[in-house]
């Protein structure tokens, strides 16, 4: 039997998704609470290889267990022994099925403080991602088709917080959080839409490109895919969404109360 779980996790416990010798990581804590319920699961798979500090509401794994062993596969019997990760769903998914390469789209979330962000430049710069673009200006490449499509981008405002919500067919490495960093800038006054457009033309050095956002701000929220439904916990659903907020709205506040600090000692 293959099953797929989707689940959630604060990133900044964690040195990224994947296993690591003698570090702690996602993938890691999910083998070990697997095997402790008396389960080995074979061919894990994940959709999303997060990178370290990048945290995730909608990650989705998927393995094959033994038919018999579908009791142990249960969101409450797995989150009482999980730390820093939580099992949102539960899937019986085809046994050819992989979550990344099943997926239609995912979607992410960036956490900003909007002190001193115009929302409305913010939202224009976004709209300019929206369609198919050579993203080489806004990745770190690694041999992939820098082409990619974009089918969603928004901004949007939550009292302090601004909130840039990206969903695309897939990224490429740091992908999302370099378009972030154009985003912010644009709502700053620090970069300009032509710039933006030019870069998508291809018209940029690389030794100027733009950096990355820190990636305590970002969440991967969701995976898509089409025929898969999730036995959904709703508890621990409203539980950590709650909680994953609260986080990040908070990490996102002490940013830019930090960077405040800096600029008066500077």
């Known amino acids: 039997m293959k099953v797929a779980l989707r689940i959630a996790y604060d990133g900044t416990q964690f040195h990224g998704f994947q296993r690591q010798p003698s570090l702690r990581t996602v993938e890691g804590e999910l083998l070990r609470v697997l095997e402790e319920v008396g389960l080995e699961p074979v061919d894990f798979k994940g959709a ?29 019997v797995l989150n009482a022994r999980l730390e820093d ?14 979550p990344r390469f099943w997926a239609k789209s995912k ?5 900003l403080v909007g002190w001193g962000l115009n929302v409305g430049a913010m939202r224009e710069c976004a709209a300019l991602f929206v369609g198919e673009h050579d993203f080489s200006a806004f990745a770190r490449l690694d041999g992939r088709d820098p082409v990619r499509r974009i089918l969603r981008a928004s901004v949007e405002e939550r009292g302090p917080i601004v909130v840039v919500e990206i969903e ?22 620090k970069l300009e839409l032509g710039d933006v457009e030019a870069m998508l033309r291809g018209e940029f ?10 990636p305590e701000g970002l969440v ?6 089409e025929g898969v439904e999730f036995e959904v916990d709703a508890y621990t659903v409203e539980l950590v969404r709650k909680e994953l907020f609260e986080r990040f709205s908070a990490a996102a506040v002490r940013a830019a109360i930090f960077e405040d600090f800096l600029r008066q000692l500077y």
């Open 48 to 76: 999303s290889r997060t990178d370290k500090g990048v945290s995730a509401f909608g990650n989705v794994v998927a393995f094959t267990v033994p038919d018999d062993a579908a009791h142990l596969v249960k969101p409450r």
């Open 85 to 98: 990760v939580w099992v949102l769903g539960v899937a019986k998914v085809p046994k050819d099925f992989h």
């Open 107 to 111: 979607v992410y979330r960036y956490y």
């Open 168 to 189: 695309g067919e897939s990224f490429l490495w740091e992908m999302v959080r370099r378009i972030v960093t154009a985003v912010r800038l644009c709502g700053e006054g």
């Open 205 to 214: 050095e690389e030794s100027r490109k733009l950096p990355p956002a820190p």
């Open 220 to 225: 991967l929220w969701a995976v898509k895919y």
